[in-house]
């Protein structure tokens, strides 16, 4: 355990009249799921579209399962949110003929972006073909998407109000919003967030000392460097599956490819006295 006033900053407390998350160092998570839920019925009823056949509205939400949440650490905004979503809608044509039809949304979710988000138009069983479910799916879906965008924008502006508490300085951390990265985009956003964190100078310095390690073989020159540009034997050597090319600008790969390089240059062997 740390003496007193010697501990990491991230951790004191006793600066914060509420000792509460200081720096917003800790994870803390909001469920927005109930918010969600009137947010997207309150932008989605309201959707009507008019053309030369008539008119079509949205009349009801059937259906609305998932859930949404955001995630506070290290000061950054994570955002979650998966929704099954069933639309009713009705089309009046110009001759008053009524039809009835369903929009479906199967997954509106934050590993897709909003223009990717699949929105699918039908008629109700046993209606007639109709022009108004043309309309509805060239026109209604445009106005569906931009509800759905709003949804997206308020939830990450209106919904997150008082997650990033003061710092200890009374200072207030910049909000990042993220979303929960595609599979394809977390190598790279793990390799920007190592270079981030390791520019910022974060916690007490710690001493350290420089380790330097010396080591005999008990063998020939020539035979040392043999091991080291022979794949046998580096295989013999390491214990383990090696590839190598030896050669200038030749790779390599030890420890069954947890090590892999290049010879920048093999130099030459000189013999020692």
Same mark, same amino acid.
């Given at each position: 355990?740390?003496?007193?006033?010697?501990?990491?900053?991230?951790?004191?407390?006793?600066?914060?009249?509420?000792?509460?998350?200081?720096?917003?160092?800790?994870?803390?998570?909001?469920?927005?799921?109930?918010?969600?839920?009137?947010?997207?019925?309150?932008?989605?009823?309201?959707?009507?579209?008019?053309?030369?056949?008539?008119?079509?509205?949205?009349?009801?939400?059937?259906?609305?399962?998932?859930?949404?949440?955001?995630?506070?650490?290290?000061?950054?905004?994570?955002?979650?949110?998966?929704?099954?979503?069933?639309?009713?809608?009705?089309?009046?044509?110009?001759?008053?003929?009524?039809?009835?039809?369903?929009?479906?949304?199967?997954?509106?979710?934050?590993?897709?972006?909003?223009?990717?988000?699949?929105?699918?138009?039908?008629?109700?069983?046993?209606?007639?073909?109709?022009?108004?479910?043309?309309?509805?799916?060239?026109?209604?879906?445009?106005?569906?998407?931009?509800?759905?965008?709003?949804?997206?924008?308020?939830?990450?502006?209106?919904?997150?109000?008082?997650?990033?508490?003061?710092?200890?300085?009374?200072?207030?951390?910049?909000?990042?919003?993220?979303?929960?990265?595609?599979?394809?985009?977390?190598?790279?956003?793990?390799?920007?967030?190592?270079?981030?964190?390791?520019?910022?100078?974060?916690?007490?310095?710690?001493?350290?000392?420089?380790?330097?390690?010396?080591?005999?073989?008990?063998?020939?020159?020539?035979? #040392?460097?043999?091991?080291? =540009? @022979?794949? !046998?034997? $580096?295989?013999?050597? &390491?214990?383990? %599956?090696?590839?190598?090319?030896?050669?200038?600008?030749?790779?390599?790969? #030890?420890?069954?490819?947890? =090590? @892999?390089? !290049?010879? $920048?240059?093999?130099? &030459?062997?000189? %013999?020692?006295?």
């Amino acid at each position: 355990m740390a003496k007193w006033g010697e501990g990491d900053p991230r951790w004191i407390v006793e600066q914060r009249a509420d000792a509460t998350n200081v720096n917003n160092w800790h994870w803390t998570e909001r469920d927005a799921s109930n918010w969600s839920t009137e947010r997207l019925k309150t932008l989605l009823l309201p959707v009507r579209v008019e053309g030369e056949e008539g008119s079509c509205e949205v009349t009801e939400v059937s259906k609305l399962d998932g859930e949404a949440s955001i995630n506070n650490r290290k000061g950054k905004l994570i955002f979650f949110y998966e929704w099954a979503i069933k639309l009713a809608w009705t089309g009046i044509s110009k001759t008053g003929v009524k039809y009835k039809g369903y929009v479906e949304i199967p997954n509106l979710s934050d590993e897709n972006d909003i223009d990717e988000v699949e929105i699918l138009v039908s008629l109700a069983k046993d209606e007639p073909d109709t022009n108004l479910k043309t309309l509805m799916k060239q026109e209604g879906t445009k106005k569906i998407r931009d509800a759905m965008k709003t949804y997206i924008s308020t939830l990450k502006t209106e919904f997150t109000q008082g997650m990033i508490l003061p710092t200890m300085n009374g200072e207030h951390m910049e909000t990042t919003p993220q979303v929960a990265l595609k599979a394809e985009d977390r190598k790279t956003a793990a390799s920007s967030s190592t270079t981030t964190s390791q520019s910022k100078s974060i916690g007490v310095k710690i001493p350290t000392c420089k380790i330097s390690l010396k080591d005999t073989f008990l063998t020939s020159p020539e035979e #040392l460097y043999r091991v080291f =540009v @022979t794949q !046998e034997m $580096v295989q013999a050597f &390491t214990h383990a %599956q090696a590839a190598l090319e030896a050669d200038k600008g030749g790779k390599f790969q #030890l420890l069954d490819g947890s =090590v @892999t390089g !290049e010879f $920048v240059d093999l130099g &030459t062997l000189q %013999q020692l006295p």
